[in-house]
């Protein structure tokens, strides 16, 4: 009894110890550096192979081997050094590819094809890069206020109700201002509904003008903030994508900062060169049947 339950026991063991080295084995054949060539097709890779191989061949830049993963034309090179001069190469030879650095698994294909590769490490194993990014909060209630400005005006223009100003305050607020406190009221009741949340009123009356300072409050600006760094989260994750960086961690710490850590990145003068840009789409409704006298004297 005692023997079989050892002998049982000796079997779970070994067993156990052969399924923890098949998943360990991709980590043996490790990663080699890569250059990857994004093209419209597998089959236009395919077909640009050949060709690729024998430009490098002719700088006497030799790939160890190439493959073919989907509109990838990946180029596998012994040392980084290597990699970055056949970059370097197909990036003036093809400048209307889609080329980028990495570092691709060497597991074989029954591996693979068994779901197994190669662990992915982090920054204090393979290396890498972090960037700590925050929201230009001047720009930000810059265009917040100029964006209630325009609610102001467009909403006043289309209800006839006469403004005497309207200018940018603090942190994204605005103040209007109005002959009287009708129209002050009428405006501040076709506004209620139109604009974001947020906002606090506040009455003024100064030098004969029936003025309301619409102003964010401290939940509202750490919202705009928040929103903001989270929009900022999504655009760098396509463009950490295009980076082909294994496993990278894009995190919104506190209202207005966003962390970024590239392990393993090889190529750091493009990683800022492509996360120290930055692009801001807006978008404009034309009033193609507006008053042009009228638009000047709202100060549109």
């Known amino acids: 009894m005692n023997k079989a339950f050892a002998g049982w026991k000796y079997a779970l063991i070994i067993a156990i110890t052969l399924l923890g080295a098949l998943l360990a084995l991709p980590n043996w054949f490790g990663k080699s550096p890569t250059v990857q060539m994004q093209f419209a097709s597998p089959e236009a890779a395919t077909a640009a192979a050949q060709e690729v191989t024998t ?13 073919v993963d989907g509109q ?18 197909l990036t003036s030879k093809y400048p209307d590819n ?16 068994m779901g197994l590769s190669p662990m992915n490490l982090g920054l204090d194993l393979r290396g890498g890069i972090s960037f700590l990014l925050q929201v230009d909060s001047n720009e930000l209630f810059t265009r917040k206020s100029a964006e209630l400005i325009d609610i102001a005006t467009s909403t006043a223009e289309k209800n006839n109700i006469p403004m005497q100003g309207a200018e940018a305050a603090q942190n994204g607020g605005v103040i209007l201002s109005f002959a009287s406190d009708g129209d002050r009221e009428r405006a501040l009741d076709e506004l209620r509904t139109l604009l974001p949340p947020g ?5 003024l009356e100064e030098n004969g003008q029936y003025r309301v300072r619409l102003q ?14 989270d929009q900022n989260r999504q655009r760098m994750t396509s463009r950490v994508n295009s980076l082909g960086v294994a496993e990278p961690s894009i995190q919104v710490v506190g209202d207005d ?15 800022k060169e492509m996360l120290g840009s930055t692009a801001t789409l807006e978008f404009y409704i034309v009033d193609e049947q507006g008053d042009l006298a009228q638009a000047v004297r709202m100060k549109r």
């Open 257 to 271: 900062r966003l962390l970024i850590q590239l392990p393993g990145i090889q190529d750091v003068a493009k990683a």
């Open 216 to 229: 964010y409050s401290e939940q509202g600006i750490s919202e705009l903030k928040r929103r903001a760094a």
């Open 55 to 67: 430009q490098l061949h002719a700088a006497n830049i030799e790939p160890s081997r190439w493959k």
């Open 72 to 89: 990838n034309l990946n180029l596998f090179f012994p040392q980084t050094d290597v990699q970055i001069q056949a970059r370097d190469l």
């Open 98 to 113: 889609a080329i980028s650095v990495n570092l691709l698994p060497n597991t074989p294909q029954w591996l693979q094809s």
């Open 199 to 203: 906002l606090e009123q506040v009455n």
